[in-house]
């Protein structure tokens, strides 16, 4: 379904489910990713020490500037709390005006979820398949915590014509009934209570929507979750599917707004269904109304590794001669090995983790690392000897640092020189290109003409 039009939930939320737990107003404080940031003086305790959440510690490195307590952003971006007063707002180093695109790409890649802090979402573009599993596991874990209480019930008012009526009995109706039968019968009418209404019927098509995603989904990482999403919907069998009336924005901001104080556990799986049902995304940067959940952390080093491995092997897809593989995963799809052999008996053996290696008709030809930082125009002397490396051991005749920026003076495959019988590369893709799409296809170009 469409998700244009979404319900300004957050708004909703601000005081229930995971806004009354988690949610702190604070302060933001803007960061670029790798930037030193000085601290103002109220993150400071009386003994000097920072005065920031334990579980936050290790997303940055605790030092001094210019004799005044700061802090050096490591390779996250998003917004991370640092307090109840104070948040970092980390932007990415490399200008960005395509990051949803990169981690919807990115296959595979999940954020880091700060469960302990919320914040506010707005909507954007496109779905990545790492936000949906997140959404299907903050939904089911929600629906575990009402499964402890019960399913929301309500009370509806039934009416039944019988020889035993139950409830109020409707005189002038029961008496025309009786004598158009030609037997003692009774119109009689009651309130029952029941779970199959509103918020329940919501609940269902929200799972049933993610089952028909995940089910066929062979890969280990979802069988648990297609395991879970089948149990929910077992749970959820005695109730119907919903009315279109039912399956609309305001009428999931209707339903919040009237459930019952003690069931906070709804409001939430309401907000996350929404998402779910509509299709919608959620803004890596910036706030918004849309959601109020878990803060989410993007570590672009890895996305743009995944992001670049995915181009690749959709621009080189209809040549079956080549495959593309991840050199950080064993198996049929994967190319980790091992760095000695033989090895010495009782060492260690230390394994071998390219980031992306291409073989044509089942030999390595050219094996690319990438590094999330702006093109030298000569790559660094340790990156070069890590590649050497890999060519070396993978025997691959082409070897390339992949940087995460390219100057327009630049082309996307630039050769730097030869070491030994290892041809050494500059590969360069501009995140920040107008068209990201042709940049993508142009870098997939250059490398097709290595092969």
């Not at 949610?23 to 030193?36: G, K, L, P």
């Not at 008012?157 to 025309?176: K, N």
């Not at 009786?178 to 609940?203: C, W």
């Not at 066929?216 to 395991?227: I, K, W, Y």
């Amino acid at each position: 379904m469409a998700s244009e039009g979404l319900a300004p939930l957050a708004r909703l939320m601000a005081d229930r489910g995971f806004g009354a737990s988690l949610r702190t107003e604070r302060q933001v404080i803007a960061a670029t990713e790798q930037e030193m940031i000085v601290l103002p003086p109220e993150l400071l305790k009386a003994d000097g020490s920072l005065d920031v959440y334990d579980d936050i510690m290790n997303l940055f490195r605790p030092t001094y500037h210019k004799n005044r307590p700061a802090i050096q952003c490591g390779g996250w971006i998003g917004y991370i709390p640092l307090n109840d007063s104070f948040a970092l707002e980390v932007a990415p180093r490399v200008p960005i005006g395509n990051l949803e695109r990169l981690v919807g790409m990115a296959a595979g890649y999940a954020p880091n979820i700060l469960r302990r802090h919320a914040r506010q979402f707005a909507h954007a573009e496109g779905q990545p398949a790492s936000l949906v599993e997140i959404l299907a596991d903050q939904l089911l874990t929600t629906f575990d915590r009402i499964c402890e209480l019960g399913l929301l019930k309500t009370y509806v008012r039934e009416t039944r014509l019988s020889s035993f009526p139950v409830g109020r009995i409707h005189p002038f109706e029961s008496a025309w009934r009786a004598e158009k039968l030609g037997r003692p019968v009774a119109l009689s009418s009651a309130f029952q209570r029941t779970s199959n209404f509103g918020p329940n019927r919501v609940l269902r098509y929200a799972f049933e929507k993610l089952l028909a995603r995940y089910i066929g989904n062979t890969e280990d990482r979802n069988r648990a979750r297609l395991q879970r999403l089948k149990r929910a919907v077992d749970r959820l069998d005695a109730i119907s599917h919903p009315t279109p009336a039912e399956l609309t924005t305001s009428a999931i901001a209707t339903i919040i707004g009237r459930l019952p104080g003690e069931r906070e556990d709804y409001a939430d799986a309401m907000m996350i269904a929404q998402l779910i049902i509509f299709d919608a995304s959620l803004a890596i940067r910036g706030a918004g109304e849309v959601a109020l959940l878990p803060s989410l952390l993007i570590d672009m080093s890895k996305v743009f590794e995944d992001y670049a491995r995915r181009i690749l092997a959709d621009g080189l897809r209809q040549d079956a001669r080549v495959e593309v593989k991840d050199g950080n995963r064993g198996g049929a799809q994967g190319a980790k090995t091992i760095l000695f052999a033989p090895v010495r008996e009782g060492l260690k053996n230390p394994t071998v983790t390219p980031d992306i290696v291409l073989e044509i008709n089942a030999k390595t030809t050219i094996i690319i690392d990438a590094k999330y930082k702006g093109a030298p125009s000569v790559p660094d002397r340790n990156d070069i000897n890590q590649v050497v490396l890999y060519g070396a051991k993978y025997g691959a005749q082409h070897v390339m640092l992949l940087h995460a920026g390219r100057p327009t003076d630049r082309p996307h495959v630039e050769f730097c020189g030869k070491v030994g019988d290892f041809s050494v590369y500059n590969g360069m893709i501009d995140l920040d290109a107008t068209s990201i799409e042709d940049e993508e296809a142009a870098f997939v170009t250059a490398i097709a003409s290595l092969l």
